[in-house]
């Protein structure tokens, strides 16, 4: 049966993996008032490892809690492991949108719409693996979304942005964790669909 609340455990190392987040994505943003480190661009060649270091740490700290916590269960649940897995690359990916709400401080619509992404993504990793509603379609709505977006605005001059952005390693990275993201969410449908299309067994007489 699926638990509903995350444990001490994994609720421990899930908050220190976000503050491990928040500490690169801080010490990223205070780096912008420094004149030897302002980036050009969406990040300059030096901020970008540590960026990436940053996120990659913060996730498998979160992921020491799940595995400590549910190694079993995820050997024999796949779909459990799978929400699992939703969540963390959620948590990388909104990472990643923080250091991008950095690197557009002078557009406000763009930095509001990586603010906004970045939040709801931090907040879908402590809900994805507990709550009790599908929401897979949502995930994978919103996960598509920013696939396309980021697509659209390389490609095209889109209102209110204005001119075509540039493709740097900060949102391939990205767009490679929400490819990832959309597979198993597509995975995680078709295991839901394939379970209500399993009759249901009918009691015999002898069981009545």
Not at 59 to 71: K, L, M, P, Q, R
Request: glycine letters at 6%.
């Amino acid at each position: 049966m699926q638990r509903t609340r995350p444990s001490i455990t994994e609720l421990a190392f899930l908050v220190c993996g976000v503050l491990i987040v928040l500490v690169g994505w801080v010490a990223d943003f205070l780096g912008l008032f420094e004149i030897a480190s302002q980036p050009t661009g969406h990040g300059s060649s030096t901020t970008f490892p540590l960026r990436l270091f940053m996120t990659m740490f913060g996730v498998a700290f979160s992921t020491i809690g799940v595995g400590f916590e549910n190694f079993p269960q995820i050997l024999l649940g796949g779909d459990r492991a799978k929400r699992f897995i939703v969540a963390l690359l959620f948590l990388a990916d909104g990472s990643l949108h923080l250091y991008a709400f950095n690197d557009h401080l002078g557009d406000r619509f763009s930095a509001a719409f990586f603010a906004f992404f970045s939040a709801v993504q931090l907040a879908a990793a402590f809900v994805i693996p507990y709550t009790k509603y599908r929401l897979e379609a949502l995930w994978l709505a919103i996960t598509v979304f920013l696939i396309l977006a980021y697509i659209a605005t390389r490609t095209m001059a889109i209102w209110p942005i204005g001119f075509v952005e540039e493709v740097e390693p900060l949102g391939i990275v990205s767009k490679l964790v929400e490819l990832v993201t959309v597979l198993v969410l597509v995975s995680l449908l078709q295991s839901d669909r394939a379970s209500r299309r399993q009759p249901v067994p009918v009691a015999s007489p002898s069981d009545r």
